[in-house]
Structures are given as structure tokens and as C-alpha cells.
């Protein structure tokens, strides 16, 4: 059981023969009252204040777990978007190789029909040569050959030609 400043100011003692003094004693317990209402107000100022003290600190636990939640969503979130990126990277990667090999596969068949096409035109070209070379020869053995020298010994006279074109009318 607490003792409160009315216990002591209704506090009653009992008178010897010569006892104390009533006055001294009633300034002391006046004294005492008020050194122990100051102290019980202390103490209801000191649990007020703990008590908000004590609410803050709830308040502080809450928005410390609410942070620390927050920051684990964000971490999820952060790895998930980084593997989506790095899924995403390879994909793209994966598409730009086919893309690459696809290139290149259509440079060498590229490659090889042009190849194949020069080499045709070489064959033709060389068969050309070839012929026209033939022809030049040829002409040439057509020019060197005695048949001209034939032609220039023969004599016609214009007049001839005429009789005989008449003739063949």
C-alpha cells in the first residue's frame, strides 16, 4: 500500500506526557506533504512521458519494420528487374547471333553465285577469244592466200559486161 500526501496530513500521533511539539511537527509533516506531492508529480510527469516516450518508440518500431519491408521489396524488385534485363540481354544477344549467322550465310551464298558467274564469264570470255581469234586467223590466211593475186590478173571490160548482161535477159 503507497502512502499519499493525505495519509500523512490525516496522520494522527499520540500524545505522551511530554511529547512533541505539535506545531514542529505539523510544520515538518507540512514539509513532507509538500516534497511528496512534488515527487508524485514528478513521477506522473516521468510515466506521461514515458509513456509518449514508449508511443514514439512504437511509432519509430512501426515506420523501422515498415522501412525494412520496403527495402526488402525493393531489393525483389531490384533482382527481379536485373534478371529480367539479363534474360532480356541474352534474348537479344540470341537474336542479334541468328541475325549474324543469317548475314553471313546469304554474303557467302552471295559469294559463291558471283564466284560461279565470274567464272562463267571467263569461260565465255575465253571461248570468244578463242573464236574470234579463229576468225582473225582466218581472215587473215583469206588475205595471204594467191586467190587475191587470181582476181587482179583477171581483165573485164565494161562493155563485156554489158553484152553479157543482155544476154542472160
Not at 495519509?7 to 505522551?16: A, L, P
Not at 515538518?28 to 516521468?46: A, C, G, H, N, T
Not at 534485363?85 to 559469294?111: C, F, G, M, Y
Request: glycine content about 2%; cysteine-free.
Amino acid at each position: 500500500m503507497s502512502l499519499t500526501p493525505v495519509d500523512i496530513h490525516n496522520k494522527e500521533f499520540s500524545r505522551g506526557f511530554r511529547g512533541y511539539d505539535e506545531d514542529e511537527v505539523n510544520e515538518f509533516l507540512d514539509q513532507v506533504i509538500k516534497e511528496f506531492e512534488l515527487i508524485i508529480r514528478e513521477k506522473k510527469e516521468l510515466e506521461d512521458k514515458l509513456v509518449s516516450l514508449n508511443e514514439r518508440l512504437g511509432h519509430f518500431s512501426t515506420i523501422e519494420d515498415t522501412l525494412h519491408k520496403s527495402i526488402v521489396v525493393a531489393q525483389e524488385a531490384a533482382e527481379e528487374v536485373r534478371g529480367n534485363a539479363q534474360k532480356e540481354a541474352k534474348l537479344i544477344i540470341r537474336e542479334a547471333e541468328k541475325n549474324a549467322d543469317r548475314i553471313v550465310n546469304e554474303s557467302l551464298s552471295k559469294a559463291r553465285k558471283v564466284a560461279l558467274e565470274i567464272e562463267d564469264l571467263k569461260k565465255q570470255s575465253k571461248v570468244f577469244r578463242t573464236r574470234f581469234k579463229l576468225l582473225i586467223e582466218a581472215q587473215l590466211d583469206l588475205l595471204g592466200s594467191d586467190d587475191w593475186e587470181h582476181l587482179m590478173e583477171y581483165e573485164i571490160d565494161a562493155s563485156e559486161l554489158k553484152s553479157l548482161q543482155e544476154v542472160e535477159d
